[in-house]
T-cell receptor
Framework: DQQVKQNSPSLSVQEGRISILNCDYT??????FLWYKKYPAEGPTFLISISSIKDKNEDGRFTVFLNKSAKHLSLHIVPSQPGDSAVYFCAGTGANSKLTFGKGITLSVRP | NAGVTQTPKFQVLKTGQSMTLQCAQD?????MYWYRQDPGMGLRLIYY???????DKGEVPNGYNVSRLNKREFSLRLESAAPSQTSVYFC??????????????FGNGTRLTVT
């Protein structure tokens, strides 16, 4: 049972435009969500997180939105830069749940 | 500040051989983890150690053993390697277990091929 779903395997965006990366989850016990970014031949690095008591968290060019009723979250990157090209993993966790990752989405930002 | 260090970076094994993947962190974190990443599968938890002296199975523990040697070091052992264990292995650490506000810090991975 896939508890965290990133249904689109890839996304291509023009530099300067908005990138929207989507993530759905099924586990109602998740109360925290995190996004990680991964470059080739490197480990994932933490990007941004959101608690289930919030519906938005912003950090510079990165904003995460949470819609609990729809069990959906999204990561917005504005404006997108070529250096943002990477694989992005969505993950959820809760008091009785281990951190569970989605399969990742590959973002390509075209110059 | 090295963060999380994994050795080796690359390894090729023959079926049935054994090896130990090493991991050390210098951030004084309590919790450590081993993940594997396979194409189209994301990151899957193999084993974790919530604190020094404890270890627990994750999602895909079969064929692996772990040792939390001390607070800094957490090793992963393959006793009899199989081609299905060909993967990229990541070690990670966090300050305080599974809390959402205690994000994981990952090493750069070990790419293992079993022939």
């Amino acid at each position: 049972d896939q508890q965290v779903k990133q249904n689109s395997p890839s996304l291509s965006v023009q530099e300067g435009r908005i990138s929207i990366l989507n993530c759905d989850y099924t586990n109602s016990m998740f109360d925290y969500f995190l996004w990680y970014k991964k470059y080739p031949a490197e480990g994932p690095t933490f990007l941004i997180s959101i608690s289930s008591i919030k519906d938005k968290n912003e950090d510079g060019r990165f904003t995460v939105f949470l819609n609990k009723s729809a069990k959906h979250l999204s990561l917005h990157i504005v404006p997108s830069q070529p250096g943002d090209s990477a694989v992005y993993f969505c993950a959820g966790t809760g008091a009785n749940s281990k951190l569970t990752f989605g399969k990742g989405i590959t973002l390509s930002v075209r110059p | 500040n090295a963060g999380v260090t994994q050795t080796p970076k690359f390894q090729v094994l023959k079926t049935g051989q054994s090896m130990t993947l090493q991991c050390a962190q210098d951030m004084n974190h309590n919790s450590m983890y081993w993940y594997r990443q396979d194409p189209g599968m994301g990151l899957r938890l193999i084993y974790y150690s919530a604190s020094e002296g404890t270890t627990d199975k994750g999602e895909v523990p079969n064929g692996y053993n772990v040792s939390r040697l001390n607070k800094r070091e957490f090793s992963l052992r393959l006793e009899s390697a199989a081609p299905s264990q060909t993967s990229v292995y990541f070690c990670a650490s966090s300050e305080a277990g599974n809390r959402g506000d205690s994000p994981l810090h990952f090493g750069n991975g070990t790419r293992l091929t079993v022939t």
